[in-house]
């Protein structure tokens, strides 16, 4: 007998699921079979994920979150230590590439997430309470 589907509560919960690359619905599933290639259908649940749409919203996403960290990093650099431009950029370059990649899987499964739970893209609205408009 397999175990009762436990929906998330609340949209927060929601996205931190998606940002673990776990199936927004039940919790347990993987999202990605590949880097930042979805699951057709979650394993645990059968949620058909094939609808989704992030498109280019991970890679903003990406890129908003490493500018705003990097940001006191550039600034801490620049005023307390006296390095030369090339030094800077052969710190900040290499720092943000990997932010930005580390980050692309996590945003791309909270977008998949939020699509889930407000039922876009071919999803299916599901609420724990019951209340399924």
């Given at each position: ?89 052969a ?17 791309k ?16 609205r ?8």
């Amino acid at each position: 007998m397999s175990k009762p589907i436990s929906l998330p509560k609340t949209l927060p919960s929601a996205l931190w699921r998606g940002t673990l690359c776990r199936c927004p619905r039940c919790g347990d599933g993987k999202l990605f079979r590949k880097w930042l290639k979805p699951v057709d259908r979650c394993s645990v649940c059968d949620l058909d994920i094939t609808g989704q749409r992030a498109d280019d919203l991970p890679a903003y996403i990406g890129i908003f979150v490493s500018g705003h960290l990097l940001a006191p990093v550039i600034i801490t650099l620049v005023v307390s230590y006296s390095l030369s431009p090339m030094a800077l950029l052969a710190i900040i370059i290499p720092l943000a590439l990997v932010m930005l990649i580390a980050l692309l899987q996590p945003s791309k499964g909270a977008v998949i997430a939020l699509q889930w739970w407000n039922g876009m893209h071919g999803f299916k609205r599901e609420r724990a309470n019951g209340e399924n408009p």
